[in-house]
């Protein structure tokens, strides 16, 4: 390889590892600022760790009975172990033209609150010794802080989906795995119910996160404005903006009313959170909410 083309190289490698330093940072804080305590992931099953004694039930073989904590009551127990196999969470991050807004220059674009809420996540998951991936761009669930490298890669690499508004999917997603869904939601939500009933049908649990911007969810505007699409496929004038504040929150109470109805009917959870808040309240959401949905 010559100099030049070696210089080349370098100064690739270089500008795409530039992002990684400052999400995964971020993410590893904030994870830091959420005590969870127990990771949620103790209940029976194969391990190797003591978890509790219980009862003796019908169908329990002679050989499960502990028989040294038997003799010291009238009654017989089993002795019971931790369950230690390491779930697959799968994630999407919405990355189309509307994750890209923001109201104001002190607040960060609702797609950079999603990847940093999403790999924040995969930082908790990955230390409580499960897997994670993501679903687009494809990146199979593994463990281990190889696989945060490779999330934060993804995460922060430019070049947003084509199109106003972003769907999820349901293909590559495991049988009895989990999965998260962050985006704004407020494109169609056909292809949102499709894919909760694919996951579903397969046995997936899993979290909508819908994350907006304040302005998005007060409207505070007024008098003449243009509203436009972040992709300008999208149009709309007005002189007098106030007087559809009533008729956009209602539609915003029903597209959310919507989403969650879609959840409970494939057993999600769904979740909102605006990039004013601080994103430590949203991460406890959500590792709670994933935790609940097993």
Do not use: C, N
């Not at 904030?30 to 029976?44: D, K, M, T």
């Not at 897997?131 to 430019?158: E, I, S």
């Not at 029903?254 to 959170?273: C, N, P």
């Amino acid at each position: 390889m010559s100099l030049s083309a070696a210089l080349s190289l370098r100064r690739e490698a270089e500008a795409l590892a530039a992002p990684l330093p400052p999400l995964l940072v971020a993410a590893e804080h904030l994870a830091a600022a959420v005590q969870i305590g127990g990771h949620g992931r103790r209940r029976a099953g194969a391990g190797d760790e003591f978890w509790q004694f219980r009862a003796a039930a019908a169908g329990d073989t002679a050989r499960s009975i502990d028989w040294r904590r038997s003799a010291r009551s009238d009654a017989q127990y089993v002795r019971e172990r931790e369950w230690q196999a390491a779930q697959s969470v799968h994630l999407w991050v919405d990355g189309a033209a509307s994750m890209q807004f923001s109201g104001a220059p002190s607040r960060v674009p609702k797609a950079a609150q999603a990847q940093l809420l999403a790999l924040a996540l995969a930082v908790l998951m990955v230390r409580a010794g499960e897997r994670v991936g993501l679903l687009a761009p494809p990146l199979p669930p593994r463990p281990g802080r190889a696989q945060l490298l490779q999330l934060a890669a993804l995460l922060a690499a430019p070049g947003a989906v084509a199109g106003d508004y972003g769907a999820p999917g349901a293909t590559g997603i495991a049988a009895h795995a989990r999965a998260v869904f962050l985006s704004d939601f407020l494109g169609d939500t056909g292809p949102v119910e499709a894919a909760l009933a694919a996951a579903a049908g397969r046995g997936v649990r899993g979290v909508l996160m819908q994350v907006l911007d304040p302005d998005e969810e007060a409207f505070p505007y007024d008098g003449r404005v243009i509203f436009e699409s972040m992709g300008g496929t999208l149009r709309h004038e007005t002189r007098q903006a106030g007087d559809l504040r009533a008729r956009y929150l209602e539609r915003l109470a029903a597209r959310r009313a919507l989403l969650g109805g879609l959840a409970r009917a494939a057993g999600w959870q769904f979740g909102t959170s605006h990039t004013g808040q601080p994103a430590a309240l949203a991460l406890l959401w959500l590792y709670a909410a994933l935790e609940r949905g097993r």
